[in-house]
């Protein structure tokens, strides 16, 4: 039955409209910032952050040229893409098998890791990242490699429950009539569950995908400059005594941002699904 169109009403959905409004203008603000700075000439930009380029401040893409020749643009987008792609894929494909087998096999070990996992979710970086660096050093995990089974670490904990979450949703009827047929276990997941985890996998590789892709500091503590990704080549615009390439940075940041952006407006409608279809009781 729909809601009666009262004043009262149309006051509540007009306030929750300029809300929404002002929240998204919060939210774009600072990207329209960087975007229009990024083609100012950079003795501008401290000058006159806020304000569109004009003919006078105008500088073209000698910005975006300046940036991509300096900090070896080309070399970082691919590192930073191998590293997210292979990180995603491993995240998605053995946290949904470890989630499977969590929930199926009921025992005092599973329930014990099951919750190990969900702890993972609150232990702060800050706590391990001294202890993970020596690891990955001594391990010989300091790597573009190396890097993608530390990032299936640190993003097992949320996958995990999420994967289970939905799991328990799925009648295990399905999965008996697979193993009568003769499935072996396998053939079970990957021809019968997997499919049907489709919702949560998307969703799953998606945020993974911005943390990943975004992400500074873990990079930068593993494989250092030897192997620059994105955000750590966009840091060596810095130069002595603290100058920064503003106009270049800007630029940096607009290329950077671009590809994820793109990446979400094409697959957010699955992250909602996707969530809810998690959200399940159990």
């Not at 998606?206 to 943390?211: A, D, F, S, V």
């Not at 192997?227 to 940075?249: E, F, H, N, R, V």
């Amino acid at each position: 039955m729909e809601r009666e169109s009262s004043p009262k009403n149309r006051l509540l959905d007009g306030s929750l409209f300029v809300l929404t409004v002002i929240l998204a203008l919060a939210f774009i603000a600072p990207i329209m910032v960087v975007l229009m700075n990024s083609f100012k000439g950079k003795l501008y930009i401290s000058d006159m952050p806020f304000s569109i380029p004009t003919a006078e401040t105008f500088a073209g893409i000698t910005n975006y040229i300046n940036g991509v020749t300096k900090t070896g643009f080309i070399q970082a987008f691919g590192w930073s893409l191998f590293i997210t792609v292979f990180s995603v894929v491993a995240i998605v494909l053995f946290t949904s098998m470890t989630a499977w087998f969590l929930v199926r096999v009921k025992t005092k070990l599973t329930t014990v890791l099951y919750y190990m996992f969900v702890f993972s979710m609150i232990v702060p970086f800050q706590m391990v990242m001294f202890t993970m660096t020596k690891v990955a050093n001594v391990f010989h995990l300091d790597n573009p490699i190396g890097i993608v089974l530390i990032y299936l670490g640190f993003g097992a904990g949320l996958s995990v429950f999420m994967f289970c979450g939905f799991i328990k949703a799925i009648p295990i009827d399905v999965e008996e009539a697979a193993l009568i047929d003769g499935c072996n276990p396998f053939q079970t997941f990957f021809g019968i569950v997997f499919p049907i985890l489709k919702p949560t996998a998307i969703t799953v590789g998606i945020l993974n995908t911005m943390w990943i892709w975004n992400d500074y500091l873990l990079p930068y503590l593993i494989i250092g400059t030897d192997y620059k990704t994105i955000p750590i080549a966009i840091q060596y615009l810095k130069g002595g005594y603290g100058s920064i390439d503003m106009g270049a940075m800007m630029a940096m940041l607009v290329l950077a941002i671009l590809p994820i952006v793109i990446f979400y407006l094409t697959c957010q409608k699955y992250i909602i699904k996707g969530i809810a279809a998690g959200a399940v009781k159990g």
